[in-house]
């Protein structure tokens, strides 16, 4: 029979799980209002494609910073914390950046996505790490459905921002009420979660406290440089996307800001239904046939979208790239965790190693469009993308679909 206390139980985890839903959804949402709007930031600011390279490599800056100092600070002081600091970085990058594209500053626009890049960073190994603990007390995978969250926002930000931009609305007005609407939401969901998840405290038998030694060794395990490869050609395939699809469907295709942020909605909407999808198909297939057939996915749309003559097969190719690069990164993150031990320092190590693709992916990407063009420097991402397929056993459970291949 259960009990009231079970009862109660049972409904703060779900409560729990809710509010690490929510605030994905607000980072989605915040990240597709700046990409839905970077046309119309890049002509505010003056910049080239070069130049606009080096700005969102702010950005990916701040994205390195945060990941680095989240799994300490998770490992100190527990998720919550380290999460609400996160978001409140995120809330507070887009009243800059709206700032800063008013301003028509390159400088401000750079600062304003240090902040926001860092907020994110810092939530990343904290929610991942939560959201692994949810796993746990449920029994069955939340992670993908997490990110999918994150994706559900990116669709809902990106089809308020093509709207938006098709009726030229200011886009400071525009960033200022997406952070009054996301801060509220953000105070509710952190709320939510429990005070210490992923602490590791002194003497405690339970979690441990790693030492200095031992959180570096984690680098030097086998499975977690190949998870971490993974992640590193997943999440460059996710945020060449992010970062460039709309100007690719601007200045590779010739179409408006409102038509390529349309395109991109399709890339948002792709990810959305790949990650809800992530629990059926992990259960049907396991991780490691859904992370090498994400990997062919992502570089088979890719292939289309850099070789496509028109752009209506194009914009069919980014709802492949889309499914492709849904689960790549959830699912890696999640074998990260496989063990309790060490988990915030694994699941922070891979997270660092994926996101060395968001600080070089950027400029690297623009630097190479300024002379070959952004789709054809995309072939590269689909390269990035294969290379992690072919290291997709390393996602396996350990002991489980290991022994299957």
Same mark, same amino acid.
Do not use: K
């Given at each position: ?6 009862? =109660? ?33 890049? $002509? ?20 390195? =910073? ?22 409140? &970085?995120? +809330?507070?990058?887009?009243? +800059? ?39 746990? =007390?449920? $029994? ?5 459905? !997490? ?8 669709? /809902?930000? %990106? ?18 009420? +997406?952070?009054?609407?996301? #801060?509220?939401?953000? &105070? ?13 405290? =002194? ?58 942020? !349309? /395109? ?5 909407? #792709? ?18 046939? /859904? ?24 914009? /069919? ?38 996101? &060395? ?24 991402? %689909? ?7 072919? &290291? ?14």
């Amino acid at each position: 029979m259960t009990t009231i206390e079970e009862i =109660a139980g049972a409904r703060r985890v779900r409560r729990w799980r809710g509010g690490l839903f929510a605030l994905f959804g607000v980072v989605g949402v915040s990240m597709s209002s700046w990409v839905t709007r970077t046309p119309a930031i890049r $002509d505010e600011i003056g910049a080239s494609t070069a130049g606009m390279g080096i700005v969102i490599f702010g950005l990916s800056v701040g994205a390195m =910073a945060g990941v680095l100092a989240s799994g300490y600070l998770v490992a100190r002081r527990g998720g919550r914390p380290v999460a609400a600091a996160g978001v409140s &970085l995120v +809330v507070l990058g887009m009243v +800059v950046l709206g700032a800063g594209a008013a301003a028509g500053s390159a400088a401000g626009v750079f600062c304003a996505l240090m902040l926001f890049g860092s907020g994110s960073g810092l939530m990343e190994i904290a929610v991942n790490v939560e959201g692994a603990a949810v796993e746990q =007390a449920l $029994d069955r995978p939340v992670l993908p459905a !997490l990110h999918g969250c994150f994706s559900a926002g990116t669709v /809902v930000g %990106a089809a308020l921002g093509i709207l938006l931009a098709a009726v030229d609305f200011p886009v400071v007005w525009h960033l200022w009420a +997406v952070a009054a609407l996301c #801060a509220p939401v953000a &105070l509710w969901a952190v709320l939510q979660m429990p005070a210490h998840t992923g602490r590791e405290t =002194a003497g405690s038998t339970d979690a441990p406290r790693l030492t200095p030694a031992e959180r570096l060794a984690v680098w030097r395990e086998p499975r977690v440089r190949m998870l971490g490869i993974i992640v590193l050609g997943m999440a460059l395939v996710e945020g060449a996307a992010n970062d460039w699809l709309p100007l690719i469907m601007v200045d590779g295709y010739g179409l408006g800001s409102a038509a390529g942020s !349309l /395109v991109y909605t399709l890339f948002a909407v #792709a990810m959305t239904v790949g990650r809800f999808c992530g629990e059926y198909v992990l259960a049907r297939f396991g991780r490691t046939t /859904v992370v090498r057939t994400s990997a062919v996915f992502a570089a088979g749309g890719i292939l289309v979208v850099v070789l496509s003559p028109h752009p209506a097969p194009a914009a /069919v190719a980014v709802v492949l790239w889309g499914l492709g690069a849904s689960l790549g990164f959830p699912v890696t993150l999640s074998a990260a965790g496989d063990t309790p031990h060490g988990a915030a320092a694994r699941v922070s190590a891979v997270a660092t190693t994926g996101y &060395l693709a968001f600080l070089a992916g950027p400029p690297a990407l623009g630097l190479l469009g300024e002379h070959v063009g952004l789709r054809n420097a995309m072939l590269a991402v %689909a390269v990035a993308a294969v290379v992690a397929g072919t &290291l997709s056993r390393a996602a396996a459970r350990p002991a489980t679909e290991a022994a299957n291949g």
